[in-house]
């Protein structure tokens, strides 16, 4: 976050905290990168509601750090696309519902996933499942909304070309998810919303040279950049050139979060006043 924001940030928590208490009493989000080694997993805590963006790979640990942050429901749980990286959690999430260790409303997910054994798996241990496409919504985490920029209903994209992009607002911040959604994708998605922009930004394709594209970031102009990339990964993740990139927007590094050398890095949004990491 550059010192302007900030310090917008802090006299709007200022102003708050003089005229209707402290911050205690305003809406809060946690989003949490968790630390999944080579996958993708993000943890969104609201009030009334937790949900997974993607579940990681199938030994990545998900259901001890689940139970360490007390996690009992989830609303929600996002399949960007079907990669086992992404969507390598979905077994021990099953069988955590079947063994009542957590209740799972609903499973969320691209087109691109619609054939795959997960979604029978997930009907078997009873757990609602539903496509989305662009145009959707979530009432999840009411007051912010939660909107699905990409694919486009009956896409024929398939793999990380068919991650889901979701986005998270409020007045004045924003999140927005990626999955592994690279350039050309990057392209289509400028094309539908010209004015696109976020706060923060989970850098698509763990910070791959093939996603991140400068028109994209210049576009967008994130403050915070989240990457998911496993020690030492054998893919180069995040690549150098990316890392560059990042630093030129954002103009401050320290505003780089990576799970290879963060490990898991929690973020809190208070609602129409700001966001942190923590
Ligand atoms: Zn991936």
């Known amino acids: 976050m550059d010192n302007k924001i900030l310090l917008l940030n802090l006299l709007c928590a200022l102003f708050l905290a003089c005229t209707h208490g402290s911050l205690e009493n305003q809406d809060k989000l946690y989003i949490e990168m968790l630390d999944v080694g080579q996958g993708l997993s993000f943890l969104i ?68 996933s619609a054939e795959e054994p997960f979604i029978t798996l997930l009907n078997e241990a009873g757990i609602e499942t539903q496509e989305i496409s662009r145009g959707d919504t979530l009432a999840d985490f009411l007051p912010w909304t939660t909107r699905i920029l990409f694919p486009v209903k009956n896409s024929s994209l398939t793999e990380n070309a068919a991650s889901i992009a979701m986005r998270l607002s409020d007045s004045q911040n924003s999140f927005l998810f990626m999955g592994d959604l690279e350039a050309p994708q990057e392209k289509s998605i400028l094309e539908l919303e010209p004015l696109l922009s976020a706060t923060a930004l989970q850098t698509g394709h763990h910070g791959s040279k093939t996603s991140s594209s400068w028109d994209f970031l210049a576009q967008i102009q994130p403050k915070m950049a989240f990457i998911s990339a496993g020690k030492n990964n054998s893919y180069g993740h995040p690549h150098p050139e990316t890392l560059a990139k990042l630093r030129l927007i954002l103009q401050d590094s320290t505003q780089i979060f990576r799970t290879d050398t963060d490990g898991s890095v929690e973020l809190e949004w208070v609602y129409r006043v700001g966001m942190w990491s923590r």
């Open 45 to 112: 805590k609201s009030k009334d509601c937790n949900s997974l963006y993607d579940t990681g790979t199938p030994n990545s640990g998900l259901d001890t750090m689940l139970q360490n942050r007390d996690i009992k429901t989830l609303c929600s749980v996002v399949l960007s696309h079907r990669h086992n990286d992404h969507t390598g959690g979905i077994a021990t999430l099953a069988k955590m519902a079947k063994n009542g260790e957590i209740r799972i409303k609903r499973v969320i997910y691209a087109s691109d």
